[in-house]
C-alpha cells in the first residue's frame, strides 16, 4: 500500500540522514557534476550529495510508484539539482 511504502521511505530517509555525508564523502565526487542515484527511493542520499558537492546534479532512478511517492512527500521545489528518471532494471532488454 501507499501507506507502507511511505513509511519505509520514511525509514531509509532517517538512515540516510545519519550516515548519509558519510557515505558521500567516503571518495572525493568533485569531479562528477552529474550523478545517479539507482533505487534513489525517498532522495536523501541524493539530498546529502548536493550538499556535499554544490556543483553536481544527481537523478535518482527508480519505479514509477517510488518516483511519484518521493515527489509528493520527500523532494521539494528546493531541490532543483535533483531529478527523476521512471524505470525498471529489472526489465530491460537485456535482462530476458
Known amino acids: ?6 513509511k519505509f521511505m520514511h ?8 550516515c548519509g ?3 558521500v564523502t567516503s571518495f ?3 569531479p562528477f557534476k552529474v550523478i545517479c542515484d539507482l533505487g534513489g527511493c525517498s532522495g536523501a542520499l541524493a539530498k546529502q550529495c ?3 558537492y554544490p556543483e553536481c546534479t ?7 510508484k517510488v518516483v511519484r511517492v518521493s515527489r509528493e512527500h520527500f523532494v521539494t521545489e528546493a531541490d532543483q539539482r ?3 528518471q521512471e524505470g525498471n532494471s529489472l526489465n530491460s532488454p537485456d535482462n530476458h
Do not use: C, Q, R, Y
Not at 500500500?1 to 511511505?6: A, F, G, K, L, P
Open 82 to 84: 535533483i531529478g527523476f
Open 21 to 23: 555525508k558519510d557515505v
Open 50 to 52: 548536493t550538499l556535499a
Open 58 to 64: 544527481v537523478t535518482i532512478f527508480d519505479l514509477p
Open 28 to 30: 572525493d565526487l568533485t
Open 1 to 6: 500500500s501507499d501507506e507502507e511504502m511511505v
Open 11 to 18: 525509514l531509509m530517509n532517517s538512515i540516510w540522514n545519519i
